[in-house]
């Protein structure tokens, strides 16, 4: 059983920087691509970015581009979220996700339902 744990969430000011980080449970992570989604309160879940397996490629949300970095760890079995400048709009549960099934080197799955396996959320609480 695949399992991701998330760490790195919590309270920061407006302008402030996290740095979230989710490990994966499982022999075969170079070959997963990686997402970071989000869910604020009374909102549905929205996608933020993800990494192709490789790494070597990535995609951001609109709202989060030039803010928000995405990169992983094939060493470690971890991708990180580093987010700067951030604002009150970030505040969120963000969740990691990976996608076991995908077969291209530089994908980005940026869907939901591309996903299979999710991590329990983080809580990010950017304070104005």
């Known amino acids: 059983q695949v399992q991701l744990v998330e760490s790195g969430g919590g309270l920061v000011q407006a302008g402030g920087s996290l740095r979230l980080s989710c490990r994966v449970s499982?022999?075969?992570?170079?070959?997963?691509?990686m997402g970071w989604f989000r869910q604020a309160p009374g909102k549905e879940r929205e996608f933020v970015a993800a990494i192709s397996r490789s790494g070597g490629s990535t995609k951001s949300a609109d709202s989060v581009k030039g803010r928000f970095t995405l990169s992983k760890d094939n060493a470690k079995n971890t991708v990180y979220l580093q987010m700067n400048s951030l604002k009150s709009d970030d505040t969120a549960v963000y969740y990691c996700a990976a996608d076991s099934t995908s077969r291209s080197t530089s994908y980005t799955p940026t869907a939901q339902y591309e996903y299979d396996y999710w991590g329990q959320g983080s809580q990010v609480t950017v304070s104005s």
């Open positions: 499982t022999r075969t992570f170079n070959n997963y691509p």
